[in-house]
């Protein structure tokens, strides 16, 4: 039997290559989620990625492909038109350890969160939940506290708060596919 290659550090190269403009459009005109990543000692992570993925509102999992515009001149990707409903997004955090993603209210309660940061041996996976839902088996089998770490917030009408600690107190409950 051979063994898995081992893991490597992630990032932060990543920072500088994998955003692209627009990359927290999933689509324009619905609701805001936004956060912080903070590392074990609850200071902001300056160089993080997050993806995002999420259902449609009618609950649907295929989102529009070919959202990407390119300049025609020098073919560099300027970031998406914003008409499609893409089902994905990806933001890196500002200095502050801040992101922010446009999207509509999602069908399915969540939407699913993938963590890259510097000093992970593997990138991480969450959800970011809009709404409890009590059918849900997730939450179901966490105990309150716990579960605290994956409900975003309503910070106003149409804006959510969603902040993911990678460590420590109050530690974001993160999915193991092992």
């Not at 990138?123 to 809009?130: E, I, K, M, Q």
């Not at 939450?139 to 605290?148: I, T």
């Amino acid at each position: 039997m051979t063994q898995p290659t081992p893991s490597q550090t992630v990032g932060p190269f990543y920072g500088y290559a994998l955003p692209f403009a627009g990359g927290g459009d999933i689509a324009t005109g619905g609701i805001v989620v936004h956060g912080h990543v903070y590392d074990g000692a609850g200071e902001p992570v300056p160089d993080a990625l997050l993806e995002f993925w999420q259902a449609d509102p009618a609950g649907g999992l295929s989102g529009a492909p070919g959202s990407l515009r390119r300049d025609p001149v020098t073919g560099e990707i300027i970031g998406r038109h914003g008409l499609d409903f893409t089902g994905f997004g990806r933001v890196a955090t500002d200095a502050d350890g801040h992101w922010m993603l446009r999207t509509l209210v999602p069908g399915l309660p969540y939407i699913s969160v993938c963590v890259f940061a510097r000093g992970l041996g593997h990138h991480l996976y969450t959800r970011a939940y809009l709404r409890p839902d009590e059918t849900d088996r997730l939450l179901a089998g966490l105990s309150p506290e716990r579960r605290a770490t994956l409900l975003a917030r309503e910070e106003r009408d149409g804006v959510y708060v969603f902040d993911v600690r990678l460590q420590g107190e109050r530690e974001t409950v993160f999915l193991d596919f092992g």
